[in-house]
């Protein structure tokens, strides 16, 4: 069926501004019951919902060529802080203290936030394909819902152990059950939103992928 592809570059942006700014506000720490998250968990799992949308819309060929996009254009903002983090100050500014310590980036935190994101996304995306094929496209809550806490089980574990392991963070364990069970409530609580996001881009663009025949490697080098 002919599709018009309007809405992609619409979700597309959303998905990549999501990523982007979670990872900015995401230096600032709040508590909630007694348990530490960062910021970043307000937004971040919009980038879940966003994936889930491009996956079951456009096939995971297309959200694997989103994904990666979102890596690069989060390494871009990175590289354009740090640049501007070493450009010698104006004698009369005195923020230079304050942007280092906001909006910094250490290697350690850098890497564990990008092998967190590439599994975490790439996992989502495959564990959602491969639900809509066994269920035959129904039951949508069943795949936005599951491949969502596989994917950020994963994303959490990996994260929070590169980042703080060793460093005499206390009961890693609890921090990365926490912001697992944040982030796979925000899903339970946005499905609605979802279902009505994805039937609407389904009858805009009028596509329904099923990835019955697609090669699933994240990168793709070499033959299949």
Same mark, same amino acid.
């Given at each position: 069926?002919?599709?018009?592809?309007?809405?992609?570059?619409?979700?597309?942006?959303?998905?990549?501004?999501?990523?982007?700014? &979670?990872?900015?506000? /995401?230096?600032?720490?709040?508590? !909630? /019951?007694?348990? !530490?998250?960062?910021?970043?968990?307000?937004?971040?799992?919009?980038?879940?919902?966003? +994936?889930?949308?491009?996956?079951?819309? @456009? +096939?995971? #060929?297309? /959200?694997?060529?989103?994904?990666?996009?979102?890596?690069?254009?989060?390494?871009?903002?990175?590289? *354009?802080?740090?640049? #501007?983090? $070493?450009?010698? *100050? *104006?004698?009369?500014?005195? +923020?230079?203290? #304050?942007? $280092?310590?906001?909006?910094?980036?250490?290697?350690?935190?850098?890497?564990?936030?990008?092998? &967190?994101?590439?599994?975490?996304?790439?996992?989502?995306?495959?564990?959602? /394909?491969?639900?809509?094929? &066994?269920? %035959?496209? %129904?039951?949508?809550?069943?795949?936005?819902?599951?491949?969502?806490?596989?994917?950020? &089980?994963?994303?959490?574990?990996?994260?929070?152990?590169?980042? =703080? *392991?060793?460093?005499?963070?206390?009961?890693?364990?609890?921090?990365?059950?926490?912001?697992?069970? =944040?982030?796979?409530? @925000? $899903?339970? !609580? #946005?499905?609605?939103?979802?279902?009505?996001?994805?039937?609407?881009?389904?009858?805009? $663009?009028?596509?329904?992928?099923?990835? @019955?025949?697609?090669? =699933?490697?994240?990168?793709?080098?070499?033959?299949?």
């Amino acid at each position: 069926m002919k599709t018009s592809g309007r809405l992609l570059p619409i979700i597309t942006a959303l998905f990549v501004t999501a990523l982007v700014t &979670a990872n900015i506000v /995401a230096v600032k720490l709040f508590v !909630v /019951a007694g348990v !530490v998250l960062p910021a970043g968990v307000v937004i971040f799992p919009l980038s879940y919902l966003f +994936g889930d949308v491009l996956t079951e819309v @456009y +096939g995971y #060929a297309q /959200a694997r060529r989103v994904i990666w996009l979102g890596f690069f254009c989060n390494l871009l903002m990175v590289a *354009a802080i740090w640049i #501007a983090q $070493e450009l010698p *100050a *104006a004698p009369f500014w005195k +923020g230079q203290g #304050a942007y $280092e310590q906001i909006l910094g980036f250490t290697p350690r935190l850098l890497l564990a936030s990008f092998a &967190a994101y590439l599994l975490g996304e790439f996992v989502n995306s495959f564990v959602l /394909a491969k639900l809509k094929i &066994a269920t %035959r496209g %129904r039951w949508l809550w069943s795949r936005t819902i599951g491949s969502t806490v596989t994917g950020q &089980a994963l994303d959490s574990a990996v994260f929070v152990t590169l980042a =703080f *392991a060793g460093t005499g963070v206390p009961d890693l364990g609890s921090v990365i059950l926490a912001q697992w069970l =944040f982030k796979s409530v @925000y $899903e339970i !609580v #946005a499905t609605p939103l979802t279902y009505l996001v994805v039937s609407t881009v389904k009858r805009v $663009e009028g596509i329904d992928t099923f990835d @019955y025949n697609t090669d =699933f490697r994240p990168v793709l080098i070499g033959p299949r």
